[in-house]
């Protein structure tokens, strides 16, 4: 059985009451909370170590240390809490290897804070809400915003400037695909496509054409191999790593450890449904591979 770990449980959640539902007696999730209070341990096969940009240092740590002594046994462990890598180290990682064009920066205060290129955006290092402000094109601007959001204590928790690189595609609309990796497999997942820089699925264009785009991505899997070294190199077993294109080169965002995996809801469009369900098969067979004996 496979042990899921993590601070929110509605992600793994909902895919185990739908799509995943074949899964749900081989799927046990916990919090961490209750996890570290337990007096006994049952031991599981498989333990995946999610939400891990959601954890404060100390928790790292003491995670760290729990997977220490998880190793001591013959069980699988996915997302080592200490080496997996949160946003910032991860997009400068991948800048400094040359796979993404852009650069990220923590905001420090009494630091003056210089992008090496504009425009630039602000947002919570390990937030998903997205950023927090519209694109900002020069230094004046970045300085005055930095402060007024500083006054106003909006800057969040941990907060980053990040260069922005263009996903916009031939069509006009920006494109952010989604892949998960569970283990040793790539599973692409979708394709969303936005006028607005800012690509979310709820305001993503879903006609047939790019339903049939969405198709050939999931099956075709098409960037496993790149998409395998770049979780090879932020040490993440498990998440989603959403990324776009820039000059025919994959530009990553970030990777999430607990993302949500398929919505609940049949849609409406047979091939979306169809695709969905295409996605749910590939994810509970990776699944039932990572529950297999070592």
């Known amino acids: 059985m496979i042990k899921y770990l993590s601070r929110h449980s509605y992600t793994m959640g909902w895919f185990l ?78 800048y400094q290897e040359g796979i993404n064009d852009f650069n990220a920066y923590p905001i ?78 790539i599973i692409p997942a979708h394709i969303n496509a936005a006028e607005h820089w800012m690509v979310k699925s709820d305001n993503s264009t879903l006609d047939d054409r790019m339903m049939a785009r969405e198709s050939d991505y999931v099956k075709s899997n098409p960037h496993e191999k790149e998409l395998k070294e770049i979780f090879r190199l932020a040490s993440i077993d498990y998440g989603r790593i959403d990324y776009g294109f820039c000059n025919g080169r994959i530009q990553v965002f970030e990777i999430n450890t607990n993302p949500t995996i398929l919505l609940p809801g049949n849609s409406r469009q047979l091939a979306r449904q169809q695709r969905k369900q295409y996605v749910a098969d590939q994810l509970i067979a990776a699944f039932r591979h990572l529950d297999a004996p070592q």
């Open 108 to 185: 420090v205060s009494g630091q003056n804070l210089r992008p090496e290129r504009f425009p630039v955006f602000i947002r919570e290092s390990n937030s998903h809400a997205g950023p927090a402000t519209d694109l900002i094109y020069n230094q004046d601007e970045l300085d005055e915003c930095i402060r007024k959001m500083s006054e106003t204590g909006k800057l969040g928790v941990d907060p980053i400037v990040t260069e922005f690189t263009s996903v916009m595609e031939g069509d006009g609309h920006y494109h952010k695909y989604g892949a998960f990796c569970i283990g040793e497999s």
């Open 17 to 94: 009451q739908e799509w995943g539902r074949p899964l749900r007696h081989d799927i046990v999730q916990q919090g961490y909370k209750k996890f570290l209070k337990a007096q006994k341990q049952k031991l599981y096969s498989t333990y995946i170590f999610s939400d891990l940009e959601r954890i404060n240092s100390r928790g790292i740590k003491t995670l760290s240390n729990v997977w220490r002594q998880l190793e001591t046994h013959q069980v699988r462990l996915l997302n080592h809490p200490e080496k997996a890598l949160k946003r910032l180290p991860l997009l400068n990682k991948l």
